[in-house]
């Protein structure tokens, strides 16, 4: 397998020839908190949330401008109606098969296959490219928090782009 | 899931699943659900598989034989679009049907216009739209 991309190499440069200043990327150097599976994964509920920019006709899209937004996505919501915006990212394929960045119909799949016990009844979705960290440290991810453990999601799958 | 492994290596997750595509695809290829399903499979084992906090499990799937699309991947003309502050809609029908909606819709949450905070102007910057 050839080596990964280096995006945060690369980033730095594109910014540096577009006159920008420095981008400043999250870096962590604790250790992160861990959590063993308490269950199998064929009993967990299984929670999900993507930060591709997906949104459901009827819904209020995303803006590309640091939102911090989210949607709330039902699980049974038809693959047809979902949709996929954002500044950042090429998205030819995520709005031929939104699955690419949002794996509902999978995932409804290892549902019924029983890979997984259940999926949360919802998924949640907004759109990355939020230049404020801290924002979505104190108003996005703290909401996203109590939605899952409303719905007592188990695991997690985070998709970002 | 990531396919951006320094990325996801800085932000230091407990766990990860490294998929090596094309940002954009971060469970997939379009229209391949077997493929899907077994690259979310292994992602998935991921959970049992990885004991020690921090490990990314690289994935065993290859975009193309000749890895092509890396030596393009953030190079050459900056593609992205500008950071508009309305709502960017994929085509005008969802614009009219969220429009309907607006004042009904609970499954749109914005932070920002929460009765609780005071929702700030957010003012485009003509200088560089892009940032």
């Known amino acids: 397998m050839s080596q990964a991309v280096a995006y945060m190499a690369r980033i730095r440069e594109k910014y540096t020839q577009l006159g920008y200043p420095a981008y400043h990327w999250v870096v962590n150097t604790d250790p992160p908190p861990w959590q063993p599976l308490r269950n199998p994964l064929a009993e967990c509920r299984l929670g999900l949330i993507a930060s591709g920019g997906i949104y459901v006709a009827g819904q209020v899209a995303f803006h590309y401008k640091d939102d911090v937004s989210y949607r709330i996505i039902p699980k049974d919501v038809k693959t047809a109606d979902l949709r996929a915006t954002h500044f950042a990212y090429d998205l030819t394929d995520a709005r031929q098969d939104p699955n690419v960045v949002f794996p509902i119909d999978t995932l409804r799949q290892l549902e019924h296959e029983g890979v997984i016990g259940a999926l949360a009844d919802h998924a949640y979705t907004f759109m990355g490219g939020i230049y404020s960290a801290r924002r979505v440290r104190e108003e996005l991810a703290p909401q996203l928090t109590n939605c899952l453990l409303a719905e007592k999601v188990e695991v997690l799958l985070l998709v970002p782009v | ?131």
């Open chain 2, 1 to 131: 899931m990531t396919s951006a492994l320094d990325i996801t290596q800085a932000v230091n997750p407990p766990r990860a699943a490294f998929l090596d595509y094309p940002l954009g695809h971060t469970t997939g290829k379009p229209c391949e659900p077997a493929l899907q399903r077994d690259i979310l499979l292994q992602a998935l084992a991921a959970f049992n598989s990885l004991t020690t906090p921090g490990c990314v499990k690289r994935l065993p799937f290859r975009w193309s034989e000749d890895d092509a699309w890396k030596e393009t991947a953030q190079r050459g003309p900056d593609d992205r679009r500008p950071r508009y502050d309305t709502p960017q809609y994929q085509n005008e029908e969802d614009r009219r049907l969220a429009m309907a909606n607006e004042s009904t819709c609970r499954s749109c949450t914005h932070a920002d216009r929460s009765p609780v905070m005071e929702r700030t102007p957010i003012t485009a910057t003509p200088q560089s739209p892009l940032r």
